[in-house]
Protein backbone atom coordinates (compact mmCIF):
# COMPACT_ATOMS: atom_id res chain seq x y z
CA UNK A 1 0.00 0.00 0.00
CA UNK A 2 1.31 3.72 -1.12
CA UNK A 3 2.71 5.81 1.75
CA UNK A 4 1.50 9.42 2.50
CA UNK A 5 4.12 11.70 2.25
CA UNK A 6 4.66 15.35 2.89
CA UNK A 7 3.05 16.56 -0.01
CA UNK A 8 -0.20 14.64 1.20
CA UNK A 9 -0.65 16.58 4.34
CA UNK A 10 -0.88 20.00 5.38
CA UNK A 11 2.34 20.95 7.29
CA UNK A 12 1.68 24.91 7.40
CA UNK A 13 3.34 26.45 10.19
CA UNK A 14 3.26 22.85 11.99
CA UNK A 15 6.79 21.61 13.91
CA UNK A 16 7.89 18.80 12.04
CA UNK A 17 10.38 16.43 12.84
CA UNK A 18 12.49 14.87 10.32
CA UNK A 19 14.41 11.99 10.96
CA UNK A 20 17.31 12.35 8.26
CA UNK A 21 20.24 10.34 7.55
CA UNK A 22 23.05 12.59 8.58
CA UNK A 23 25.61 9.71 9.15
CA UNK A 24 28.51 11.31 7.07
CA UNK A 25 31.94 11.03 7.12
CA UNK A 26 33.86 13.30 9.45
CA UNK A 27 37.97 13.92 9.62
CA UNK A 28 39.71 16.18 12.20
CA UNK A 29 41.60 19.22 10.57
CA UNK A 30 42.86 21.91 12.21
CA UNK A 31 42.00 20.72 15.36
CA UNK A 32 38.61 20.60 14.46
CA UNK A 33 36.32 17.77 12.96
CA UNK A 34 34.71 18.77 9.52
CA UNK A 35 32.36 16.79 6.96
CA UNK A 36 34.16 15.41 4.23
CA UNK A 37 31.22 14.23 2.27
CA UNK A 38 28.15 16.15 1.58
CA UNK A 39 25.99 13.12 -0.05
CA UNK A 40 23.99 12.24 2.14
CA UNK A 41 23.08 16.12 3.12
CA UNK A 42 22.37 17.28 -0.15
CA UNK A 43 19.90 13.88 -0.81
CA UNK A 44 17.74 15.67 2.08
CA UNK A 45 17.70 19.28 0.36
CA UNK A 46 14.32 18.29 -1.78
CA UNK A 47 12.58 17.50 1.41
CA UNK A 48 13.72 20.31 3.08
CA UNK A 49 13.09 23.04 0.81
CA UNK A 50 9.67 21.42 0.91
CA UNK A 51 9.03 21.92 3.87
CA UNK A 52 10.31 25.59 4.51
CA UNK A 53 7.55 25.79 1.39
CA UNK A 54 5.29 25.34 3.74
CA UNK A 55 6.81 27.59 6.34
CA UNK A 56 7.14 24.74 8.84
CA UNK A 57 9.30 24.63 12.15
CA UNK A 58 11.89 22.16 11.04
CA UNK A 59 13.33 20.06 13.79
CA UNK A 60 15.84 17.52 12.50
CA UNK A 61 17.55 14.20 13.94
CA UNK A 62 19.89 11.84 12.96
CA UNK A 63 22.34 9.16 13.91
CA UNK A 64 26.05 9.05 13.26
CA UNK A 65 28.45 6.57 13.99
CA UNK A 66 28.49 3.69 17.06
CA UNK A 67 28.59 5.99 19.89
CA UNK A 68 27.13 3.15 21.92
CA UNK A 69 24.21 5.09 23.92
CA UNK A 70 26.64 8.18 25.17
CA UNK A 71 28.10 11.22 24.23
CA UNK A 72 31.12 11.17 21.98
CA UNK A 73 32.93 14.33 20.75
CA UNK A 74 34.05 12.93 18.10
CA UNK A 75 30.93 11.83 16.68
CA UNK A 76 28.94 15.16 17.19
CA UNK A 77 26.51 16.32 14.58
CA UNK A 78 27.49 20.02 15.20
CA UNK A 79 30.05 19.95 12.11
CA UNK A 80 26.58 19.54 10.00
CA UNK A 81 25.52 22.90 10.69
CA UNK A 82 27.89 24.73 9.05
CA UNK A 83 27.43 22.93 6.16
CA UNK A 84 23.84 22.61 6.19
CA UNK A 85 23.73 25.97 6.64
CA UNK A 86 25.27 26.96 3.92
CA UNK A 87 23.28 24.53 1.32
CA UNK A 88 20.12 25.79 2.32
CA UNK A 89 21.60 29.61 2.14
CA UNK A 90 19.75 30.50 6.03
CA UNK A 91 21.00 29.96 9.77
CA UNK A 92 20.85 26.56 11.28
CA UNK A 93 20.29 25.97 14.93
CA UNK A 94 21.70 23.14 16.70
CA UNK A 95 21.08 21.72 20.05
CA UNK A 96 23.00 19.74 22.17
CA UNK A 97 20.84 17.49 23.48
CA UNK A 98 18.57 15.09 21.55
CA UNK A 99 16.13 15.54 24.06
CA UNK A 100 16.29 17.05 27.14
CA UNK A 101 15.24 20.48 28.43
CA UNK A 102 17.61 22.34 26.13
CA UNK A 103 16.03 20.28 23.02
CA UNK A 104 12.60 21.19 24.22
CA UNK A 105 13.18 24.61 24.86
CA UNK A 106 14.67 25.19 21.47
CA UNK A 107 12.24 23.26 19.44
CA UNK A 108 9.28 24.78 21.37
CA UNK A 109 10.38 28.60 20.41
CA UNK A 110 11.36 27.73 16.63
CA UNK A 111 9.43 30.44 14.45
CA UNK A 112 8.22 29.44 10.72
CA UNK A 113 10.91 28.81 8.60
CA UNK A 114 13.49 27.85 10.97
CA UNK A 115 15.76 24.64 11.12
CA UNK A 116 17.12 23.16 14.78
CA UNK A 117 19.49 20.26 14.16
CA UNK A 118 19.37 17.64 17.32
CA UNK A 119 22.47 16.14 18.70
CA UNK A 120 23.14 12.53 17.75
CA UNK A 121 20.02 10.24 18.55
CA UNK A 122 22.57 7.53 19.78
CA UNK A 123 24.28 9.51 22.31
CA UNK A 124 20.68 7.93 23.89
CA UNK A 125 21.41 4.86 25.26
CA UNK A 126 17.43 4.28 24.74
CA UNK A 127 17.56 4.89 20.61
CA UNK A 128 18.79 1.32 19.40
CA UNK A 129 16.89 0.18 21.48
CA UNK A 130 13.42 1.49 21.05
CA UNK A 131 12.53 2.65 24.42
CA UNK A 132 9.28 4.11 24.47
CA UNK A 133 10.22 7.03 27.20
CA UNK A 134 13.12 8.34 24.33
CA UNK A 135 9.95 8.04 21.36
CA UNK A 136 7.66 9.66 23.46
CA UNK A 137 10.01 12.92 24.87
CA UNK A 138 11.20 13.12 20.56
CA UNK A 139 7.37 13.12 19.83
CA UNK A 140 6.64 16.04 22.18
CA UNK A 141 9.19 18.13 20.34
CA UNK A 142 6.61 17.87 17.29
CA UNK A 143 3.15 18.08 16.07
CA UNK A 144 4.32 15.81 12.85
CA UNK A 145 7.09 13.34 11.68
CA UNK A 146 8.65 13.06 8.57
CA UNK A 147 10.95 9.77 8.07
CA UNK A 148 13.49 10.64 5.06
CA UNK A 149 16.19 8.56 6.76
CA UNK A 150 15.59 5.07 4.24
CA UNK A 151 19.40 4.28 4.62
CA UNK A 152 18.04 3.47 8.16
CA UNK A 153 14.53 2.65 7.50
CA UNK A 154 15.05 -1.01 7.94
CA UNK A 155 16.11 -0.76 12.06
CA UNK A 156 13.56 -0.31 14.89
CA UNK A 157 15.10 2.75 16.60
CA UNK A 158 13.31 5.29 18.63
CA UNK A 159 13.91 8.21 15.88
CA UNK A 160 13.41 5.58 13.08
CA UNK A 161 9.66 3.67 13.86
CA UNK A 162 9.03 4.79 17.72
CA UNK A 163 8.19 8.30 17.75
CA UNK A 164 5.63 7.29 15.26
CA UNK A 165 3.70 5.69 17.92
CA UNK A 166 3.18 9.21 18.97
CA UNK A 167 2.72 11.90 15.98
CA UNK A 168 1.03 11.48 11.99
CA UNK A 169 3.85 10.11 10.23
CA UNK A 170 4.99 10.17 6.50
CA UNK A 171 7.28 9.81 4.34
CA UNK A 172 9.69 12.47 2.95
CA UNK A 173 10.64 12.69 -1.19
CA UNK A 174 13.88 10.50 -0.64
CA UNK A 175 12.00 7.95 1.21
CA UNK A 176 9.33 8.21 -1.83
CA UNK A 177 12.06 7.84 -4.31
CA UNK A 178 13.61 5.00 -2.85
CA UNK A 179 10.77 2.93 -2.28
CA UNK A 180 9.24 3.77 -6.13
CA UNK A 181 12.36 2.46 -7.39
CA UNK A 182 13.46 -0.37 -4.81
CA UNK A 183 10.06 -1.54 -4.46
CA UNK A 184 7.27 -0.31 -7.18
CA UNK A 185 9.44 -0.63 -9.96
CA UNK A 186 10.39 -4.16 -9.47
CA UNK A 187 6.93 -4.89 -9.11
CA UNK A 188 6.25 -4.64 -13.09
CA UNK A 189 9.89 -4.21 -14.42
CA UNK A 190 10.12 -2.96 -18.67
CA UNK A 191 11.65 -5.97 -19.63
CA UNK A 192 14.40 -7.44 -20.09
CA UNK A 193 15.18 -7.20 -16.62
CA UNK A 194 18.57 -8.02 -15.96
CA UNK A 195 19.83 -7.92 -11.79
CA UNK A 196 23.65 -8.10 -11.05
CA UNK A 197 24.40 -9.54 -7.79
CA UNK A 198 27.92 -8.95 -6.27
CA UNK A 199 29.35 -9.19 -2.75
CA UNK A 200 31.38 -11.53 -0.53
CA UNK A 201 29.39 -14.03 0.51
CA UNK A 202 26.43 -16.39 -0.70
CA UNK A 203 25.05 -16.20 1.94
CA UNK A 204 24.37 -12.69 2.79
CA UNK A 205 22.39 -12.68 -0.37
CA UNK A 206 20.23 -15.58 -0.43
CA UNK A 207 16.86 -13.55 0.17
CA UNK A 208 17.71 -11.34 -2.66
CA UNK A 209 18.58 -14.24 -4.44
CA UNK A 210 15.73 -15.77 -4.24
CA UNK A 211 12.89 -12.60 -4.24
CA UNK A 212 14.76 -11.59 -7.84
CA UNK A 213 14.86 -15.09 -9.26
CA UNK A 214 10.83 -14.97 -9.46
CA UNK A 215 11.18 -10.94 -11.29
CA UNK A 216 14.24 -11.04 -13.51
CA UNK A 217 15.05 -12.63 -17.20
CA UNK A 218 18.75 -12.36 -16.83
CA UNK A 219 20.97 -12.84 -13.06
CA UNK A 220 24.34 -12.13 -12.88
CA UNK A 221 26.29 -13.33 -10.51
CA UNK A 222 29.29 -11.80 -9.10
CA UNK A 223 32.07 -11.16 -6.64
CA UNK A 224 33.05 -13.80 -4.25
CA UNK A 225 29.92 -15.47 -4.04
CA UNK A 226 30.49 -16.49 -7.26
CA UNK A 227 33.13 -19.07 -6.71
CA UNK A 228 30.76 -20.90 -4.90
CA UNK A 229 28.50 -21.66 -8.32
CA UNK A 230 31.73 -21.87 -10.27
CA UNK A 231 32.70 -25.01 -8.50
CA UNK A 232 29.11 -26.78 -8.65
CA UNK A 233 28.50 -25.47 -12.15
CA UNK A 234 32.11 -26.63 -13.78
CA UNK A 235 33.66 -28.73 -11.07
CA UNK A 236 36.67 -26.60 -11.05
CA UNK A 237 39.26 -25.96 -8.46
CA UNK A 238 38.82 -22.63 -6.16
CA UNK A 239 41.97 -22.56 -4.25
CA UNK A 240 42.05 -20.04 -1.26
CA UNK A 241 39.35 -18.31 -2.84
CA UNK A 242 35.93 -17.57 -0.90
CA UNK A 243 34.24 -20.45 -0.41
CA UNK A 244 32.60 -22.79 1.88
CA UNK A 245 30.70 -25.95 1.66
CA UNK A 246 27.88 -24.84 3.55
CA UNK A 247 27.33 -22.16 0.78
CA UNK A 248 27.04 -24.59 -1.19
CA UNK A 249 23.25 -25.89 -0.79
CA UNK A 250 22.20 -22.34 -1.01
CA UNK A 251 23.52 -21.96 -4.43
CA UNK A 252 22.70 -24.87 -5.72
CA UNK A 253 18.96 -23.94 -4.56
CA UNK A 254 19.05 -20.88 -6.92
CA UNK A 255 20.58 -22.71 -9.98
CA UNK A 256 17.46 -25.11 -9.17
CA UNK A 257 15.17 -22.07 -9.04
CA UNK A 258 16.49 -20.23 -12.20
CA UNK A 259 16.49 -23.38 -14.42
CA UNK A 260 12.61 -23.98 -12.89
CA UNK A 261 11.77 -20.25 -13.92
CA UNK A 262 13.61 -20.29 -17.02
CA UNK A 263 15.77 -17.33 -16.03
CA UNK A 264 19.23 -16.88 -17.16
CA UNK A 265 21.77 -17.09 -14.83
CA UNK A 266 25.46 -16.15 -15.87
CA UNK A 267 28.19 -16.79 -13.57
CA UNK A 268 32.12 -15.54 -14.43
CA UNK A 269 33.88 -18.04 -17.00
CA UNK A 270 37.29 -16.36 -15.86
CA UNK A 271 38.62 -14.81 -13.09
CA UNK A 272 42.06 -12.40 -11.50
CA UNK A 273 43.58 -14.25 -9.72
CA UNK A 274 46.52 -13.81 -7.06
CA UNK A 275 49.14 -15.64 -4.36
CA UNK A 276 49.26 -12.82 -2.11
CA UNK A 277 46.01 -10.66 -0.57
CA UNK A 278 46.70 -7.68 2.29
CA UNK A 279 43.08 -5.93 1.95
CA UNK A 280 44.51 -3.43 4.36
CA UNK A 281 47.58 -2.59 2.67
CA UNK A 282 45.27 -2.33 -0.86
CA UNK A 283 47.96 -4.82 -2.03
CA UNK A 284 48.00 -8.16 -4.36
CA UNK A 285 51.29 -10.06 -4.50
CA UNK A 286 51.27 -11.60 -8.12
CA UNK A 287 48.17 -11.80 -10.53
CA UNK A 288 47.04 -13.30 -13.57
CA UNK A 289 43.89 -13.93 -15.69
CA UNK A 290 42.79 -17.07 -16.23
CA UNK A 291 41.78 -19.31 -18.72
CA UNK A 292 38.08 -19.65 -19.80
CA UNK A 293 37.18 -22.97 -17.48
CA UNK A 294 40.56 -23.22 -15.76
CA UNK A 295 40.39 -23.81 -12.30
CA UNK A 296 42.05 -21.39 -9.87
CA UNK A 297 45.59 -23.32 -8.72
CA UNK A 298 46.79 -24.08 -5.04
CA UNK A 299 47.72 -20.73 -2.81
CA UNK A 300 46.21 -18.16 -4.83
CA UNK A 301 42.48 -16.52 -4.67
CA UNK A 302 40.07 -15.21 -6.94
CA UNK A 303 39.96 -11.28 -6.86
CA UNK A 304 38.01 -9.77 -9.28
CA UNK A 305 36.05 -11.53 -12.47
CA UNK A 306 38.15 -11.92 -15.86
CA UNK A 307 37.70 -10.48 -19.34
CA UNK A 308 35.70 -13.16 -20.90
CA UNK A 309 33.02 -12.80 -17.69
CA UNK A 310 32.95 -9.01 -18.33
CA UNK A 311 32.43 -9.79 -22.11
CA UNK A 312 29.39 -12.03 -21.09
CA UNK A 313 27.15 -9.79 -18.61
CA UNK A 314 28.14 -6.87 -20.98
CA UNK A 315 25.98 -8.52 -23.84
CA UNK A 316 23.21 -9.14 -21.43
CA UNK A 317 23.21 -5.56 -19.72
CA UNK A 318 23.05 -3.68 -23.31
CA UNK A 319 20.20 -5.65 -23.99
CA UNK A 320 18.36 -5.06 -20.71
CA UNK A 321 15.62 -2.68 -20.37
CA UNK A 322 15.74 -2.33 -16.10
CA UNK A 323 18.86 -2.94 -14.45
CA UNK A 324 19.25 -3.30 -11.05
CA UNK A 325 22.76 -3.70 -9.20
CA UNK A 326 23.68 -4.05 -5.78
CA UNK A 327 27.35 -5.33 -5.00
CA UNK A 328 30.75 -5.43 -6.47
CA UNK A 329 32.50 -8.06 -8.99
CA UNK A 330 35.72 -8.03 -7.04
CA UNK A 331 37.58 -6.33 -4.31
CA UNK A 332 37.33 -2.88 -5.92
CA UNK A 333 38.72 -1.27 -2.70
CA UNK A 334 42.26 -2.56 -4.16
CA UNK A 335 43.13 -0.58 -7.36
CA UNK A 336 44.32 -4.16 -9.22
CA UNK A 337 41.34 -5.92 -8.74
CA UNK A 338 38.94 -3.09 -9.31
CA UNK A 339 38.66 -3.67 -13.64
CA UNK A 340 36.17 -5.77 -13.72
CA UNK A 341 33.60 -3.88 -11.31
CA UNK A 342 34.26 -0.79 -12.78
CA UNK A 343 33.95 -2.69 -16.75
CA UNK A 344 30.53 -3.19 -15.34
CA UNK A 345 30.02 -0.22 -14.39
CA UNK A 346 30.58 1.27 -17.90
CA UNK A 347 28.46 -1.04 -19.20
CA UNK A 348 25.27 -0.50 -16.95
CA UNK A 349 26.17 3.66 -17.96
CA UNK A 350 26.29 2.88 -21.41
CA UNK A 351 23.10 1.57 -21.77
CA UNK A 352 20.87 4.75 -22.30
CA UNK A 353 17.55 2.93 -22.64
CA UNK A 354 17.21 0.93 -19.75
CA UNK A 355 16.16 2.45 -16.10
CA UNK A 356 19.38 1.79 -13.96
CA UNK A 357 19.26 1.51 -10.45
CA UNK A 358 22.47 1.15 -8.65
CA UNK A 359 20.57 -0.95 -5.14
CA UNK A 360 23.42 0.44 -2.38
CA UNK A 361 26.42 -0.43 -0.58
CA UNK A 362 29.10 -1.05 -2.26
CA UNK A 363 27.70 -0.55 -5.83
CA UNK A 364 27.19 2.71 -4.74
CA UNK A 365 30.48 3.34 -4.27
CA UNK A 366 32.09 1.93 -7.38
CA UNK A 367 29.72 3.77 -9.65
CA UNK A 368 31.25 6.64 -7.59
CA UNK A 369 34.87 6.08 -8.05
CA UNK A 370 34.45 5.42 -11.69
CA UNK A 371 32.78 8.87 -11.97
CA UNK A 372 29.47 7.26 -13.48
CA UNK A 373 26.88 8.35 -11.17
CA UNK A 374 25.32 10.92 -13.19
CA UNK A 375 25.04 8.56 -15.77
CA UNK A 376 22.50 6.10 -13.77
CA UNK A 377 18.91 6.37 -13.34
CA UNK A 378 19.08 5.94 -9.50
CA UNK A 379 21.56 5.76 -6.71
CA UNK A 380 20.29 3.78 -3.33
CA UNK A 381 21.10 5.94 -0.02
CA UNK A 382 20.86 2.87 1.66
CA UNK A 383 23.03 -0.65 2.39
CA UNK A 384 21.57 -3.02 4.34
CA UNK A 385 17.70 -1.35 4.18
CA UNK A 386 18.04 -1.66 0.15
CA UNK A 387 19.25 -5.43 0.40
CA UNK A 388 16.03 -5.61 3.24
CA UNK A 389 13.65 -4.42 0.63
CA UNK A 390 14.68 -6.20 -2.57
CA UNK A 391 14.38 -9.17 -0.38
CA UNK A 392 11.08 -7.92 0.22
CA UNK A 393 11.24 -7.62 3.95
CA UNK A 394 9.24 -4.71 6.03
CA UNK A 395 10.77 -2.00 6.83
CA UNK A 396 10.12 -0.87 10.05
CA UNK A 397 10.94 2.43 9.28
CA UNK A 398 8.13 2.23 6.73
CA UNK A 399 5.86 0.08 8.25
CA UNK A 400 5.13 2.74 11.06
CA UNK A 401 4.13 5.08 7.99
CA UNK A 402 0.59 6.68 7.21
CA UNK A 403 -0.74 4.66 4.01
CA UNK A 404 -2.34 6.64 1.56
Known amino acids: MPKKTLTDIDLHHKRVLVRVDFNVPLEEKDGKMVVTDLTRIQETLPTLRALLAQQAKIILCSHLGRPKGKPCPKQTLAPVVPVLSELLGLPVQFSSQTVGDEAKAKALALQPGEVLLLENTRFEAGEEANDP ?61 VVILGGAKVSDKIG ?33 SLYKPEWEPIAQAALDKARERGVKLLIPVDAMITDAFDFDAKKLGNTRYTAVGEGIPEGWEGVDIGPES ?45 KTIIGGGDSVKAVKKAKLGDKMTFISTGGGASLELLEGKELPGVACLQEK
Open 208 to 240: VIQRLLEKADTVIIGGGMAYTFRKLVEGITLGK
Open 310 to 354: VKLFSAAIAEARTVIWNGPMGVFEIPTAAKGTFDIAEAVAANGSA
Open 133 to 193: ALSRALAELAEVFVNDAFGSAHRAHSSTAGVADHLPAVCGLLMQKELAYLHDELEAPQRPF
